[in-house]
């Protein structure tokens, strides 16, 4: 269903239609469907789309049809991207019918498989079966192995003029002389990344020995240190030593040399749905409550809050 907002009346160049509708209730919706049905079988037999339009008084949802077209008109647009939709109505155990009741989305698409592929398979028939499915897919099996197995597919979307440009020129020389331009300045392009690596070590060489060597921004109270991802809060308790995982099974081989409780926690963003998985340390106070399926609230570094589970 296709909700038109009309601001300045219709065909103002500022209408625009919407689906789904945004401000149709749930019963309205269901009051319009069944009209637009009883509308369209009182015309008789017809195929394809209907375009059945309606105006809504929004105070009191009273509905008066303004026009019913055996076509599609705006909704053609949409049903033109619709291809996430059905082909036609699904119906179990019942044959597929190519000719009637498709949806629009599909019609051209339908009408060609039928002409090229139903046709000559099955003469004079306008539905395919499940076994006729099979059937299809069995005649085509040879063509797509072949084509897996077919030379030169990795370039052939580059076109046969750009292809043929390439093999007619000098390409293949020049980007062989870059390459060994290239190798010829290894040496010197390594030693720029040492360097690199060199500078800084040499800048954060301070960082790293009050984070890793003597933790003095860890057990400082108004400095996190760099490996503290943020602080857990469950069981009306806050967990300020948690630590970002990679890999949990990993990181759980090791844990036991901790002496500490770890407690393992898959998170996910409120903003983004990023995911990560932390693990926190709890230092005081019991574990009873503490259980697999735990929900909890994580906030990071900056500030950002996650919805977190207790996984382990």
Known sequence: MIENFDPMG???GDSITVAPAMTLSDTCYQ???DMAIHMMRSIGNFNGGCNVQFSVNPENEDIIAIEINPRVS???ALASKATGYPIAKIEAGKSLELLQSINPAWEKTIQSFHQQIVLPLFSNQNHITENNWETIKATFEPYIQWMSEKEGNEVKQLGTTRIYDLISNSYQIQL?????KDLAMATEANNIILVDQLVRYYHYLYTLLKNFVTFYDFYSPDTEAIFQAGTLYIDQRSCDLC???NDMDKHNAMAGYS???LMYCDCTSKTTNEKMTIVAALTNGDIDNLVIGRN???YDRNGMDWDATVVK
């Open 31 to 33: 009051k319009m469907r």
């Open 10 to 12: 219709i065909h103002t």
């Open 176 to 180: 062989n002389e870059l390459i060994e």
């Open 243 to 245: 630590i970002k995982v």
């Open 74 to 76: 705006r909704s053609s």
């Open 296 to 298: 909890a609230v994580f």
């Open 259 to 261: 002496d500490m409780f």
